[in-house]
């Protein structure tokens, strides 16, 4: 009998508070949308292809297990969110470059439109860890 190689985790309290510090320097306003949206759990997963070591968390689950773990606790990782978005103050380089609050301006030569891959989660990588 055929069967699915990877099993189901439960999302552990650490799970959750990384995932809510990625989503608070990322999305730190849910008004900019995207906390729901694809992309965002397409970069998250592409964080362990180039820092492991601080991103290996991401690959206990699936991309849409993510998603629909936020989707399903939306309301409290919100307010998780949100407190540590107080404290992070995350910058405008930072953020995600589908934020609606960003210009088209901004986003040109951003290369949002590139495949996934190694580079791109190289980038991703240094725009979470900037700070200026």
């Not at 694809?38 to 991309?63: A, C, S």
């Not at 849409?64 to 936020?70: D, E, L, N, Q, V």
């Not at 990782?77 to 934020?99: G, M, R, S």
């Not at 040109?108 to 980038?123: C, F, K, L, T, V």
Request: glycine fraction near 6%.
């Amino acid at each position: 009998m055929a069967g699915n190689a990877r099993s189901r985790r439960a999302f552990t309290e650490s799970d959750e508070e990384n995932f809510c510090h990625f989503m608070a320097i990322k999305i730190p306003d849910m008004s900019a949308g995207g906390r729901m949206g694809h992309k965002i759990y397409e970069r998250l997963m592409d964080l362990p292809l180039v820092d492991p070591e601080n991103f290996g968390w991401v690959n206990r689950h699936t991309q849409h297990s993510w998603r629909g773990h936020y989707k399903n606790n939306r309301e409290r990782l919100d307010k998780t969110i949100n407190e540590l978005v107080l404290l992070e103050n995350p910058t405008e380089k930072q953020l995600f470059e589908y934020d609606r609050r960003l210009s088209r301006r901004n986003l040109a030569g951003s290369g949002s439109d590139q495949p996934r891959s190694a580079e791109r989660a190289e980038h991703e990588h240094l725009q979470y860890f900037s700070s200026s």
